[in-house]
């Protein structure tokens, strides 16, 4: 590509927001692709030394206007240059895409995928402490939202935590009882370790 691509949001957030500005090093790396248009599906992540993704990382970085860490993970195409990618089935669309990003560095980064045995991966994600896995139709083609053609499997963790402080809300969240709250876990030999943790719930 011989332009700086938009980047378009998706989900939650409105549509047709630019984010081109926001993630320059990744929009550059983007722009460099083998093609003269193409639409991908991806997601900016934080990532730990040891490969664990955060999201975390990702809050931190737009608070500080610094994205310059994050890699964006790509895991569809649906557009190729004058290719409706995504009227084929996911397989095959996964494969296109991992030609067009054979040999990419950071922050691009191609995320494969794992065919069969669900529960089993399931399994050993959760021993990563990951957030889950998404399982997804590989014999069909893409369409907006879910529409029963993926899944979303998280993983479930329990813990108990000490309360040792908290904010009160602000600005246009006065319906908020708790705006943040800084946490501590136990483990170890009774060690309390710090946690921060945001979270928001309604008065009563």
Request: hydrophobic fraction near 40%; charge should be positive; aromatic fraction near 8%.
């Amino acid at each position: 590509m011989s332009a700086a691509p938009l980047c378009l949001s998706a989900g939650r957030y409105p549509p047709h927001r630019i984010w081109t500005a926001k993630y320059p090093a990744i929009a550059a790396a983007v722009s460099s692709l083998d093609a003269k248009q193409a639409y991908l599906d991806g997601e900016p992540c934080g990532v730990f030394p040891g490969g664990i993704t955060s999201f975390s990382m990702i809050q931190a970085a737009c608070m500080l206007g610094n994205a310059a860490g994050l890699v964006f993970f790509i895991f569809d195409l649906l557009h190729l240059d004058d290719d409706d990618v995504g009227a084929r089935p996911l397989i095959e669309r996964k494969a296109r895409l991992a030609a067009l990003l054979s040999g990419v560095a950071p922050p691009l980064h191609y995320s494969d995928h794992h065919r069969g045995g669900g529960p089993a991966f399931h399994e050993e994600a959760c021993k990563l402490e990951l957030e889950g896995v998404v399982s997804k139709r590989a014999d069909a083609a893409y369409a907006p939202g879910n529409r029963g053609l993926w899944l979303k499997v998280k993983c479930l963790y329990r813990e108990e935590f000490v309360v040792v402080g908290w904010t009160d809300p602000e600005g246009r969240r006065p319906w908020l009882g708790v705006a943040a709250r800084l946490l501590r876990s136990r483990r170890k030999a009774g060690l309390c370790r710090p946690r921060g943790y945001r979270h928001q719930h309604r008065r009563a």
